[in-house]
């Protein structure tokens, strides 16, 4: 189970529902906490690899942790996450934009992976976003270009792992049926342990072996390894009677 659907991004607290039983942090206040501890890990790799001064990282770093304590404060007061931190809602698909279903691992429109790799997708294109509205007087418009270009180049391949595990027309014809046989048994759109079978569901299709068809009696028969097995074990007998 993906272990950001269990914890509270903010607080760290076991989730008991769509909110934080600790700071009552809604799901999307905790996905932009999220988004914004991803971008401030991003631009220490970057002051380690000499892309911006210890002095530029620790500015940025400052920036990303006002927002972060406004986020805070929203969740606590029960407000929405401020309107001006732009990150594509985890309450929709990435690929299709289209309403998610509860914390089902896949779009049960177009078939894409909801799992932690496509939240990855979605920071990365948060810290691009970050990186463009960043003041010159932080970074240079120099180092600006260079930094987009190590987040385009990595928002491809990340791309590249998500679109790999996307369900095909017909694994999500399947794994539509799984959510409506787990509803009916009495699972909740809503509940984690969906979001595991869903998940577990993902994988085994379009990734493993595909499900084997089931041959009917006429099938079996008109089988040509099967006609030469009863041939070599007298079939023939068969023939002599009507058959």
């Not at 990282?57 to 400052?62: F, S, T, V, Y």
């Not at 792992?161 to 409506?180: I, K, P, T």
């Not at 009917?216 to 007998?237: K, Y």
Request: glycine share 8%; net charge positive.
């Amino acid at each position: 189970m993906n272990q950001q659907a269990c914890t509270c991004g903010i607080c760290g607290a076991d989730m008991a529902g769509a909110r934080c039983v600790n700071c009552a942090a809604t799901r999307e206040g905790q996905d932009m906490a999220r988004a914004i501890g991803f971008a401030r890990r991003s631009f220490v790799e970057f002051q380690i690899k000499g892309l911006v001064s210890p002095s530029q990282q620790e500015c940025k770093d400052r920036q990303l942790d006002e927002q972060l304590q406004r986020v805070i404060a929203a969740a606590r007061a029960g407000e929405p996450v401020p309107g001006e931190l732009d990150l594509a809602s985890v309450n929709h698909c990435w690929r299709c934009n289209r309403q998610r279903s509860g914390y089902y691992a896949f779009c049960n429109v177009c078939g894409a992976s909801h799992a932690q790799s496509s939240d990855e997708l979605r920071y990365l294109m948060f810290l691009a976003r970050s990186i463009d509205q960043t003041s010159t007087e932080v970074i240079t418009p120099s180092q600006q270009a260079a930094l987009a270009d190590v987040v385009q180049q990595r928002t491809t391949q990340q791309r590249l792992v998500v679109e790999n595990d996307q369900l095909s027309a017909a694994d999500l014809s399947a794994a539509r049926l799984d959510q409506l046989r787990l509803k009916k048994e009495g699972g909740s759109s809503n509940d984690t342990m969906h979001a595991e079978a869903a998940t577990q569901r993902k994988q085994s299709f379009g990734i493993s072996k595909p499900a084997l068809k089931r041959q009917s009696l006429l099938e079996i028969v008109l089988d040509p390894r099967n006609i030469r097995w009863l041939l070599g074990s007298g079939g023939g007998l068969l023939v002599g009677v009507g058959f």
